[in-house]
Structure formats: structure tokens, C-alpha cells
């Protein structure tokens, strides 16, 4: 990993093309922050509007202070907006107890997925309908905690013609 300096993230220096044509898609590490709580993602308040009582979902300040901190560490690391499929990778890292431990206060592993992959949204991807694979699990523990991010393009070359 290479170190982007003192904003926490890093980047795999061995980025690879991911198509055989050099058509520019590759895939790339990241080492990002610890995500944020599900739970502290999105806020209901109730307001009301013309006489009736409405919820009203919205994202939390905390969330849009997290996807802008990723932001700018994918678009540091070369991080480009891809319009194909992807397959992501995920490795979330709990945070390190000054024990040398792993905390055993820790996000749940499908959570701290989809608050990251809500944070790559519009960055590395245009949707994230466009994640067609899923592949988690927990690492080893680290000082203040991170989420390992691989993204993979899946490209679909056309077969050329008079060769099937």
C-alpha cells in the first residue's frame, strides 16, 4: 500500500489493468477509513407539511462528512468513475484496543459494506447497481480501525466476429 499522507488513506501501488485491451479500466486498492455506524447514516425528523405530520428521512451530517473524506481519498488514489460492472472486496480492519486487541465493540460486517459502498456511489462508480459481486470479511485490527476496498471492473469484451 502506498500511503497518501496524513488523510488516511492508501492505495495499492500495483494497480492493474483489469481488460486484456489496455481499454483503461483497472482495479484498485484502497485502505480507507473506518466507516461510520448504519445507525448514524440517515436521520428521521417529523415535520409538518400543510397541516399533516410527515416523516422525513434524510442523511445525517456525519455520512456526508464520511463519503467527502472518501471522496477525496479515491479521487488522490486515481480512483476514476467507472460505468461497467464491478465485483467489490471487502476487508473491514477492527479497530486496535490499546491492549494490542481487537475491539470487541465492532460494526457489523454487512453494515460498514453498505455505508462504504454508499460512499463510493457517484466516485468510483455512477450507481451502485452496478455492484454485480460481493466479497467480505474481517482482517487483522489497526490502530483507529479501516475498511480494505477492492474494486474490480468486470468487463464484457465482445467476441470477434468469425472466431465462434
Known amino acids: 500500500m502506498v500511503n497518501l499522507n496524513e488523510y488516511g488513506g492508501e492505495r495499492d501501488a500495483t494497480d492493474r489493468t483489469a481488460d486484456s485491451d489496455g481499454g483503461g479500466y483497472r482495479m484498485i486498492t484502497l485502505r480507507l477509513p473506518y466507516p461510520i455506524s448504519n445507525n448514524l447514516y440517515w436521520r428521521t425528523r417529523v415535520i409538518k407539511i400543510k397541516g399533516k405530520w410527515t416523516a422525513m428521512t434524510y442523511v445525517s451530517a456525519e455520512a456526508k462528512a464520511y463519503k467527502e473524506h472518501v471522496s477525496w481519498l479515491a479521487k488522490a488514489a486515481g480512483v476514476k468513475l467507472l460505468d461497467c460492472s464491478v465485483a467489490m472486496g471487502y476487508v473491514l480492519h477492527p479497530k486496535l484496543t490499546v491492549k494490542g486487541e481487537a475491539s470487541k465493540t465492532m460494526l457489523d460486517l454487512s453494515n460498514a459494506i453498505k455505508v462504504t459502498e454508499d460512499a463510493l456511489n457517484g466516485i468510483a462508480y455512477l450507481d451502485d447497481k452496478q455492484v454485480k459481486e460481493i466479497r467480505a470479511s474481517i482482517g487483522e485490527p489497526v490502530k483507529d ?11 464484457v469484451v465482445a467476441a470477434q466476429a468469425g472466431l465462434i
Not at 145 to 155: E, F, L, S
Open 145 to 155: 480501525g479501516a475498511i480494505t476496498v477492492t474494486i474490480t471492473p468486470i468487463v
